[in-house]
């Protein structure tokens, strides 16, 4: 099964994608402003493009589990894209994700929170 996961911001949403088999996770790039009429269609552009089975998108939860301002715009992001996505959308924990791109990079690097985001995901649901 073919992932394509989505680090959600209001700038900036990173994208990565697994291959075919969902074993192995690649940052593929950023969309601007994606809740802008331009940003949803270059989103839905490149999801079309990249034919994924399912897209992901992380969820920004609490160190202790509480959902705050961001996971509610999270969500509402969510709730748009399923409306015009032709395929399943679905919400993953991301708590480190972005933290962990920034220390293995040195800097935010979407696609590649985007990526770890989708590693932890493909290892959850393997097999």
Do not use: W
Request: glycine share 10%.
């Amino acid at each position: 099964m073919k992932v394509l996961a989505l680090d959600y911001g209001r700038a900036r949403t990173g994208i990565a994608v697994s291959d075919p088999t969902g074993t192995l996770a690649r940052p593929v790039g950023v969309v601007r402003r994606v809740r802008s009429r331009p940003g949803r269609a270059e989103l839905l552009r490149r999801i079309g493009e990249l034919e994924p089975d399912v897209v992901v998108v992380g969820l920004p939860v609490s160190m202790d589990g509480t959902r705050g301002r961001q996971a509610g715009e999270t969500l509402a992001f969510v709730a748009e894209l399923e409306h015009d996505c032709p395929v399943p959308v679905k919400t993953y924990d991301e708590r480190l994700t972005t933290a962990m791109a920034k220390r293995l990079n040195g800097r935010d690097d979407d696609a590649l929170a985007a990526a770890h985001l989708l590693e932890g995901y493909l290892r959850q649901f393997a097999g």
